[in-house]
């Protein structure tokens, strides 16, 4: 029955008089779901709980698209530290099982594995909605794990099986070899090789710069990225400042291009994107951008998805605290390009125009802050 205009429906009143709960701390369930010792996952492979968790948070990672706004297994298993080339082993070669539980897999061959870990990883991701789904099956987890396995006997404070499940070849001890190969210096040579003659003085005598910047573009930005290179690279007093741009560095991405990319990005200050309209279809279209390009192809062009997903797990990791990316913007493209609904992420809302970089550049460099 319709109400009078004017008149108050007295179902509305009565759902408005209800307390309505609000939905609860993920944080007080994660507290909730830590124990003492801690349980490394391959316990969850031995007990029908266990097995039943790893089922349903591979299905709602997998059954989720990954978009800048939802986090998927791909940022999941970023964040628990797998190194890109296994990400891209997953995506793209193994396809007997659904890719988070080859994530699991290859998070399992790590010594110090920790449930805890993976369900902090799913916090630090946003994935409140898993968390949510499974926090009742995640404490009956780890009650038949401390039940059916010897808590005296731990390895570091960490119940473990005696026998990990296997993955493939790939994943056994994958972490140590790379992690024991990781150059700190990567960036540094980098930038040292491929700055032009005139500018080598900008390194101090240990080969040290004040900031370094990793330039991301799609390949209408070109013409404009030559124009950003000079005015970068050009003498700043005592500043040292270092530009790494990926098409300077042909020779150490034909071997393993991500790998060499997710170190210089963890190792880099500063992330400039060049915001273009080719730039923004290739973050948000959800197809393999890498596939879609030529061997000969621009690299700066080719990993413009994979650095983004680099972008977006840092951004998720720091709590959403962007302090790695400064947007650069060509200064005939500001209006069309704020029209897009991805620059309403927190991502995109620091950013300035082309014709501003030196602004940028002095406060970055404490020159004028």
Sequence with gaps: ????????DPKLETVRDNNVPALPDTYEILEDLITIPKIHPACLYYTEEGYLLLQNICLLLSGTKSTYLYAGWEDFGIK?????????????????EDPASYVFLAYIQKEDATVENILFSLYEIKRHDILLEIKDLARKASDSILRKFNTDNTN???????VVPSGPFIFKNFSKSIQGSTNT??????LQRSIPHTCQTKTDSKGRYTKTILLTYSNDADDFVKELLVRLRKPRGNAKLGILVLHEQ??????????????????????????TKQYLEQITSNTNNTTNFSPLENPDHKYVKYIYRLINAHY???GCKNTKVRCIIPDGMVTNIL??????HSLFQIWIRLNKIDTLIDAILNLKV
Excluded: D
Aim: charged share 20%; proline share 7%.
């Design 1 to 8: 029955m319709a109400t009078k205009a004017g008149s108050k």
């Design 80 to 96: 628990l530290g797998l190194e890109p080339i296994i990400i891209k082993a997953i995506k793209y070669s193994l396809h007997m």
């Design 156 to 162: 570091k404070g960490i119940i473990k099986p005696v």
């Design 185 to 190: 210096k990567l960036v540094t040579e980098s």
């Design 250 to 275: 042909q020779h150490k991405l034909s071997l393993c291009p991500e790998e060499f990319i997710y170190e210089c990005f963890e190792q880099i200050n500063y992330v400039f994107p060049i915001i």
């Design 316 to 318: 998720l990791g720091n």
């Design 339 to 344: 029209k897009h609904p991805i620059t309403k």
